[in-house]
């Protein structure tokens, strides 16, 4: 019997047919469906999810607030947006369940840098949103204060590069949240940054199935969930499977 009775999933893509794609690096990504996430996560006890705009999905939130529809209110977005949308339209993707802006450094222009500290307060102060960072984790030294400053961030993928994991658990232990996601695609061995982080700050992880793991080396399976049972004490996995990410994005 799993030591956990909820699971809310901080990070999936769905790429759904119909909508349209953005080339990245040569990569455009199969079909993924609400139907076939929701077939893939039924072996477990889903409660809701976040729902991330990939690289390959540029600045379309038509697909995101069709998504969102389908899957219900216990599921929300993160968007990517140009830098000149309008309060109006921040404020209608927040009806639509858009939570969090993200800021694809790995697979983008570092260019973004210079705007994230006017973007995340400006989407805090208007709509309570978070920013959501996909970088190397090699990269956060020169951060620090930049993301200790920020109202409320997330780092996907546990940092993805070992190099980076002391200055990662570093802003754990400031609050920042870390997604435990597509622990394939680290350079080391996911345990190693589970442990770290969650014994520096037990609220700072969230999991995520990372579904469909584009790109990634090895897709989600059980062994993920295995994997983070065996890293984590019984009476703290529920807020890494659960609390910790619905407290983040539901404010519950």
């Known amino acids: 019997m799993r030591a956990f009775d909820s699971l809310f999933d901080s990070h999936l893509h769905i790429i759904e047919p119909g909508f349209p794609l953005v080339e990245n690096q040569g990569y455009l990504p199969p079909t993924f469906s609400v139907n076939e996430y929701l077939n893939a ?16 999905q540029g600045f379309d939130q038509t697909y995101l607030i069709h998504v969102l529809k389908a899957l219900g209110p216990n599921y929300v977005g993160v968007a990517q947006i140009p830098l000149d949308t309008s309060d109006r339209e921040i ?3 927040h009806d639509h369940g858009v939570r969090a802006v993200r800021f694809n450094l790995k697979r983008g222009s570092k260019e973004q840098l210079k705007h994230l500290s006017s973007v995340a307060a400006r989407v805090f102060e208007l709509a309570g949103w978070h920013v959501e960072l996909y970088i190397d984790s090699a990269d ?4 620090q204060k930049t993301l200790r400053h920020l ?3 997330s780092i996907d993928h546990l ?3 070992h190099e980076g994991l002391a200055e990662l658990v570093k802003l754990a232990e400031c609050g920042v949240k870390v997604k435990a996601t597509g622990f394939s695609r680290l350079n080391f ?13 037990p609220q700072a ?3 995520g199935s990372d579904l469909p793991s584009t790109r990634a080396p ?35």
């Open 41 to 56: 996560m039924k072996p477990y006890p889903l409660s809701g999810g976040a729902v991330v705009s990939g690289s390959f």
């Open 151 to 153: 109202p409320k961030v």
């Open 159 to 161: 940092g993805l590069n």
């Open 91 to 93: 404020l209608e993707l």
């Open 189 to 201: 061995p996911a345990q190693e940054a589970i442990t770290a982080i969650y014994q520096a700050n």
């Open 218 to 252: 090895q897709p989600f399976s059980e062994r993920d969930i295995d994997l983070l049972c065996q890293c984590i004490e019984p009476s703290g996995l529920n807020n890494v499977l659960s609390a910790n990410a619905c407290s983040f994005y539901l404010g519950r």
């Open 140 to 143: 956060l030294a020169a951060l």
């Open 205 to 207: 992880l969230m999991f």
